[in-house]
Structures are given as C-alpha cells and as structure tokens.
C-alpha cells in the first residue's frame, strides 16, 4: 500500500488505465474483438487500409470512402530525402533493423506533418523496405501508388510484384496485430501523447518498446528455435535444455491469455494456406510437433500456469512463408501494429488525460549529508 492509500500492481497487473473502443482482450475466453469484429471474422477479409480506416473511425469505409482514404495513404508513402540518408548511414554500420526503424520514424517530424498518424502508418513500410535492402547492399525502391498498403510493402521489399496469395496472407498478418489492448508498446505510445507530445514521438516510444523480446521481439528466436530442433524427434530433448537453463521458450506464455492466443489460429490456418500452396510444408508440420511438445513440457515446468502458444510462434511462420528473413519480422510487426498505436493516440488526444500513476517509495530515510572525505 503507497502512502496514499493506491496498492501496489507489480508490472501494473490487473489495472485498468484505459478505456478504449479500439480493442478488446478476454483472456480467459480467448476473445480479441477489433472495433465490434472478432479477429477471426475482420483479419482474414478487410484489407489493411480498411483495417486502419476501422480503428481510427469506429467503423468500415464505404466504396469511395476507402478509395479516398488508399489514395491518401499511397501519397504520402514516399521518404524525405533525410531521412533516406540517415538509413544509409545506420545501414553501413550494420545498426539494428529496429534501431533503424526508431530513428527514422523519428524524421517523419521534419517534413512537420500536417496529418502525423497518416504520415506514420503510410511510410513505416516504406523505411522498413527501404533499410532492408540497403542492408543488402541493394538501392531501396520507391513506392508504387498504384499498389495497395501490403502489396506495395512485399514489392518494395522484393522488387517484384507479388501474387495474390501472399498479398492476402500479408495483410491477413497485418489485421491481425494491429492491436491489442494496452500492450506495452500501446501503453507506451498513449502515455506519451497524454502529455500533449505529438504522434511521431509517441510512436518513436513505441518502436522501443515493441523491440523487446518479452514483446515484439520473440518470433525471430521462435522460428531459431524451430531450425535448431531440425527433426521431430530432437523437439524433446532441445526444448527440455532450454527450460532447463531458465530459458523461457519464445512464441509461449501471454501476461493475458491463460487460453490459446486466439490470433496464433488465424495465423496458423494463413500460414497453413501458404505452406500446401507454395512453401515448405515439412517445415509446417515440424513446427506443428515443436509447438505440441513445447505445450507439454511447459504445462511440467510450471502446472497449472496455462503457458499456450502466443502469436509470436505462428507469426514466425507466416512471415518466413512469405520469404521474409528473420531480422524483418518484428519490423514487421510494427508495419501491423502502426495501425493500432496511431488510433490509440487519437483517442487518448480526444480524451485529453494525462496518464501519471504513482510509485511506492522503498528506499531509506533521514539520512544526513557528509562531505565527500568523510563517506
Ligand atoms: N517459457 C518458459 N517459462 C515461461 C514462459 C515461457 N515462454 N512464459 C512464462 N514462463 C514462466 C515464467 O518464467 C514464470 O515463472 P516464475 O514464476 O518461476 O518466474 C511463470 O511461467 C509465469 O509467468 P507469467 O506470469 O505467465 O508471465 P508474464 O506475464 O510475466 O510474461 C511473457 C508474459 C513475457 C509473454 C512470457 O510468457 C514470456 O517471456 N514468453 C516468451 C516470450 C514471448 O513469446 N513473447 C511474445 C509475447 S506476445 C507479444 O508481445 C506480441
């Protein structure tokens, strides 16, 4: 108990800070409503522009609505030559894709934009796409207006236009996480704004924050994990060393679902679809017996906890379907996840309330001050 009378919420467990219409997590029952829609019924049908036009408006565009609202976004894809240059230069010395991310996203004040939320969610692809191939070595390329939200991402990332297949199991991916109650990004990013601070700012937070690997950051060591196992018959005794080691297995556990993660179904029936179509399929199958064997060892480690399978573990396959090497996957995330940051950041501006809880001083007291001879 503070000195207050507030109660101590180790990692904030069980408060309610927020009040949102954007999204709704029951983690007992394994529910995630976006905007009135289960995320089985909205992912696997809205495209993404549809999908961001339903967080920040409260309902789906009609025709011409959702012609104007892609028109607008397309426009504004294209980067500032700055910021252009400072991928360049985060690229030669080899800096983080997420590092990369964050200061570029950082930019975006620069051009000071007269509509910041659209600004972020139209050019995170793009600095994203752009970072990746200078990576390799490649000149990014530019934006196609003539392309929607996730097929313009999959051609600027390949150069290539992609099929139909993959653009569906992208932005299936991308409606899936773009948002999710008040994660830590999420939290993050309104927090920010509550202060009167501005979107690219709080969405900079948010980069931060997403990059962790207790949050964002776990599908890449998921499907590490997968490739090491190699063979069904090695998932067992892997694993067990993991746990062994105190090492938490990446792609389990949620601080909020004590139920399978409802999205880890959505993104395994996608990502199914693409492996019986194009991809490897022994893979998929391997992943299904890592991810059983995984449920048993955890329910051993800690009975009764309900650790089940997170979004993480079938993002990683979705993603790697897609041909999107490992160090591209919680970029994008945050090309998903954009969405959901930017509508909470109108919504906490519409609600104009600074977010300031307290703390529970444990340190000492009446201490006197003596000069630095005599400590
Ligand atoms: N592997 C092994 N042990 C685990 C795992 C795991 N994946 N998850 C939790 N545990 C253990 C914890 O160490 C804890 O043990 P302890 O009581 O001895 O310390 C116990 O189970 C209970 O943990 P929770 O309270 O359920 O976990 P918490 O809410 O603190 O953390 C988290 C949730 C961070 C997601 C955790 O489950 C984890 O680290 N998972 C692996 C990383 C991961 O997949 N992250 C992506 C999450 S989804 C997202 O952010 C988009």
């Known amino acids: 108990m503070g000195s207050s009378g507030?109660?101590?919420a180790p990692g904030l467990e069980g408060v309610v800070a927020v009040r949102t219409r954007i999204s709704g997590v029951d983690g007992g029952a394994g529910v995630l409503t976006l905007a009135g829609y289960s995320v089985e019924e909205i992912s696997g049908h809205a495209s993404f522009e549809e999908m961001v036009y339903?967080?920040?408006?409260?309902?789906?565009?009609?025709?011409?609505?959702?012609?104007?609202f892609r028109g607008a976004l397309a426009e504004r894809r294209e980067l500032p030559g700055a910021t252009l240059d400072l991928l360049r230069t985060a690229a030669a010395r080899k800096v983080?894709?997420?590092d990369a991310?964050?200061?570029?996203?950082?930019t975006l004040s620069l051009d000071a934009p007269e509509d910041p939320a659209l600004d972020l969610v139209a050019r995170t692809p793009t600095i994203v796409a752009a970072y990746h191939r200078l990576l390799r070595g490649e000149e990014p390329v530019a934006p196609d207006p003539g392309l929607g939200h996730a097929a313009n991402y999959l051609?600027?990332?390949?150069?290539e236009r992609p099929g139909g297949g993959s653009v569906r199991a992208l932005e299936t991916y991308l409606n899936t996480v773009s948002d999710h109650g008040m994660n830590a990004s999420t939290f993050a990013a309104r927090v920010i704004v509550a202060t009167r601070s501005d979107p690219v700012s709080a969405i900079v937070g948010a980069i931060g924050a997403l990059k962790g690997p207790l949050h964002g950051g776990a599908p890449g060591p998921a499907l590490d994990v997968v490739f090491e196992i190699g063979a069904a018959e090695n998932a067992e005794p892997v694993l067990r060393e993991r746990l062994r080691r105190g090492e938490r297995l990446m792609g389990f556990g949620h601080?909020?679902?004590?139920?399978?993660?409802?999205?880890?179904d959505v993104l395994a029936a996608a990502a199914e679809r693409l492996f019986t179509t194009d991809g490897d399929r022994d893979l998929y199958d391997l992943a299904l017996q890592v991810e059983k064997t995984a449920l048993r060892l955890l329910e051993?480690?800690?009975?009764?906890?309900?650790?089940?399978t997170n979004v993480e573990f079938y993002t990683a396959l979705l993603l790697h379907g897609l041909g999107l090497p490992t160090d591209l996957f919680t970029p994008t995330f945050a090309v998903g996840r954009v969405a959901g940051w930017t509508a909470h950041c109108l919504e906490?501006?519409?609600e104009d309330r600074l977010i300031r809880p307290q703390s529970e001083y444990v340190g000492a007291t009446g201490r006197s001050w003596r000069p630095p001879g005599e400590r």
């Open 6 to 8: 507030a109660s101590f």
């Open 101 to 106: 991310l964050r200061v570029a996203a950082d």
């Open 300 to 308: 051993e480690h800690r009975p009764g906890r309900n650790l089940q």
């Open 54 to 68: 339903l967080l920040w408006r409260d309902g789906l565009p009609d025709a011409e609505e959702l012609a104007a």
């Open 96 to 98: 983080p894709a997420m």
């Open 155 to 159: 051609y600027m990332l390949r150069d």
């Open 255 to 264: 601080r909020i679902y004590r139920v399978r993660d409802p999205r880890a």
């Open 348 to 350: 906490q501006q519409a």
